[in-house]
């Protein structure tokens, strides 16, 4: 069994900023990667970023220079670090993780999500 507890949502202003964490916790062998994926209401989710065990990185390409995936591979977490935030980056964000339980099975974890809004 595994768990992704996110934590570090909530309301800001236009222009504001907020850290997202993620922590993996339970039968865990290794965590290949871990990401960031978002859902708006009436809208699709979306991935938004992720990075690898080996600190590989990649983005959505409208939220480049405003968004900052960073991993620490041996509490299991990653945070996102989202910057000059816009009204249109409201919405449910979730975290994922590929992991490697530790009975050497694969599989995609979810986290339960973390709501942003961005609002005056």
């Known amino acids: 069994q595994v768990q992704l507890v996110e934590s570090g949502g909530g309301l800001v202003q236009p222009g504001g900023s907020l850290r997202l964490s993620c922590a993996a916790s339970?039968?865990?062998?290794?965590?290949?990667?871990m990401g960031w994926y978002r859902q708006a209401p009436g809208k699709q989710r979306e991935p938004v970023a992720r990075i690898t065990k080996g600190d590989n990185t990649n983005y959505a390409d409208a939220l480049k220079g405003r968004f900052t995936i960073s991993g620490d591979n041996a509490k299991n977490t990653v945070y996102l670090q989202m910057n000059s935030l816009k009204p249109e980056d409201t919405a449910v964000y979730y975290c994922?993780?590929?992991?490697?339980?530790?009975?050497?099975?694969?599989?995609?974890?979810w986290g339960q999500g973390t709501q942003v809004t961005v609002s005056s």
């Open positions: 994922n993780a590929d992991i490697i339980t530790t009975a050497r099975t694969q599989y995609s974890s």
């Open positions: 339970g039968s865990i062998f290794s965590i290949n990667a």
